[in-house]
Protein backbone atom coordinates (compact mmCIF):
# COMPACT_ATOMS: atom_id res chain seq x y z
CA UNK A 1 0.00 0.00 0.00
CA UNK A 2 1.38 3.42 -0.83
CA UNK A 3 1.33 6.15 1.68
CA UNK A 4 1.94 10.07 1.85
CA UNK A 5 3.91 11.48 4.15
CA UNK A 6 5.16 15.00 5.20
CA UNK A 7 8.21 14.63 7.28
CA UNK A 8 10.12 17.10 9.69
CA UNK A 9 13.71 16.51 8.78
CA UNK A 10 14.66 18.59 11.78
CA UNK A 11 12.61 16.29 14.49
CA UNK A 12 12.04 13.22 11.87
CA UNK A 13 8.94 13.33 12.89
CA UNK A 14 6.22 12.17 10.10
CA UNK A 15 2.42 12.17 9.57
CA UNK A 16 0.95 10.11 7.31
CA UNK A 17 -1.75 12.13 5.34
CA UNK A 18 -3.06 9.71 2.47
CA UNK A 19 -3.41 6.14 1.86
CA UNK A 20 -3.75 5.25 -1.73
CA UNK A 21 -6.43 2.32 -2.72
CA UNK A 22 -6.49 1.80 -5.63
CA UNK A 23 -6.20 3.95 -8.43
CA UNK A 24 -7.68 6.95 -5.34
CA UNK A 25 -5.65 8.37 -2.83
CA UNK A 26 -7.63 8.82 0.68
CA UNK A 27 -7.21 11.41 2.88
CA UNK A 28 -6.04 10.34 6.80
CA UNK A 29 -4.98 11.97 9.94
CA UNK A 30 -6.63 14.80 8.61
CA UNK A 31 -7.67 15.92 12.56
CA UNK A 32 -4.14 15.93 13.41
CA UNK A 33 -2.90 18.29 10.64
CA UNK A 34 -3.55 20.94 12.17
CA UNK A 35 -1.98 19.95 15.52
CA UNK A 36 1.29 18.46 13.28
CA UNK A 37 1.80 21.90 11.46
CA UNK A 38 1.24 23.98 15.21
CA UNK A 39 4.01 22.33 16.67
CA UNK A 40 6.85 22.36 14.38
CA UNK A 41 9.33 24.49 16.35
CA UNK A 42 10.93 25.69 13.25
CA UNK A 43 8.58 26.83 11.15
CA UNK A 44 9.36 30.60 11.77
CA UNK A 45 12.71 30.07 10.01
CA UNK A 46 13.34 31.18 6.64
CA UNK A 47 14.50 27.70 5.64
CA UNK A 48 12.08 25.94 7.32
CA UNK A 49 10.09 23.06 4.80
CA UNK A 50 8.91 19.68 5.24
CA UNK A 51 9.56 16.98 2.84
CA UNK A 52 6.75 15.20 1.52
CA UNK A 53 6.58 11.91 -0.35
CA UNK A 54 4.56 8.80 -1.70
CA UNK A 55 6.45 5.26 -0.30
CA UNK A 56 5.00 1.98 -0.25
CA UNK A 57 4.97 0.89 3.40
CA UNK A 58 8.47 -0.89 2.77
CA UNK A 59 10.32 2.22 1.33
CA UNK A 60 9.32 4.31 3.82
CA UNK A 61 10.49 2.00 6.94
CA UNK A 62 13.75 1.48 5.41
CA UNK A 63 14.54 5.57 4.65
CA UNK A 64 12.74 6.60 7.32
CA UNK A 65 12.16 4.14 10.22
CA UNK A 66 15.24 1.75 10.36
CA UNK A 67 17.55 5.18 9.85
CA UNK A 68 16.69 6.83 12.81
CA UNK A 69 13.33 8.38 12.78
CA UNK A 70 12.45 8.99 16.35
CA UNK A 71 8.95 9.27 16.70
CA UNK A 72 6.28 7.47 15.09
CA UNK A 73 2.78 9.24 14.42
CA UNK A 74 -0.70 7.76 14.03
CA UNK A 75 1.17 5.65 10.89
Keep these: MNRRYLVDTTT ?4 CVALQKGQVWEPTNQDSLSGFMDTRTN ?5 FE ?9 AFFEKWIRNSTNFLFRY
Design 43 to 47: KKEDD
Design 50 to 58: LLTGEYNDN
Design 12 to 15: REYL
